[in-house]
């Protein structure tokens, strides 16, 4: 979901909160939350996904940079002149937090259009206690809309591989920009927050709409779903299907 478009939602109900019934606009905006998450899981109902795919060849030029190994998910890929068969696992993570967040969000709906005792707390709340409680609101609805994005684009994607370009860091805060060519042969990219392990990739997996390839994400932008890569060989050995 576009960042803008949160910001104005937060926006309004801030408002919303501080001009009409406070039980009203906590009742929708938990219905859009528990929205969002259900309708994210129905659009990719698959936790666990396996694609294998192969990579290379990666040619080392120098013979200093022979054994220099080169990270994709996390996995060190010796460079070769042939090409090198994997297996790329993506799968659900934060699963509690998504359910947690799920199933409070349908209880907190269904206790205020019951007009229960919370509903009145609310409504006796000051206004900045209202305030807070708006805030709390839209951090969850952040991670629901979140979630929905990503399971949107994984719905409709393709999958193919990129380079990392740059890095920004900012205290914890890191940003990466990549660029990746599609089937038609053009050229784009990105810059979206790494959600990813501090061990930074130089190959990563780009998902992208084949509609419209500027709808795209690296592996490391998403915050729902973790990359793990296995050499082909191993995976069968671990029994990973």
Known sequence: MNRSVSY????????????TKSQI????AALLIFGFLAIGFL???KLKAVVPFVLGPISSTKDKDKDKTVLVAGTEVLPSGFPQHFTCVFQVKSLFLLLSLAMASISVFCLLIAKAPLAGLIE???LSTVYVL???TMTAFSISAKWYSEQSLLARSVVTFGMVTGVNEFNRFRELRYEFR???GGYFGGMQRDFGPRKLDNVVFILYDKS??????SSRGFMFRSFTVYPTRQAAQEGID
């Open 134 to 136: 708006t805030l709390a």
């Open 8 to 19: 104005i939602l937060c926006a309004t109900l801030l408002i919303a909160a501080g001009i």
């Open 124 to 126: 006796r709340s000051s």
């Open 212 to 217: 419209n390839p500027d709808k795209n994400s």
């Open 182 to 184: 599609d089937a038609e």
């Open 43 to 45: 659009l990719f109902p």
């Open 25 to 28: 606009v906590f009742a929708i």
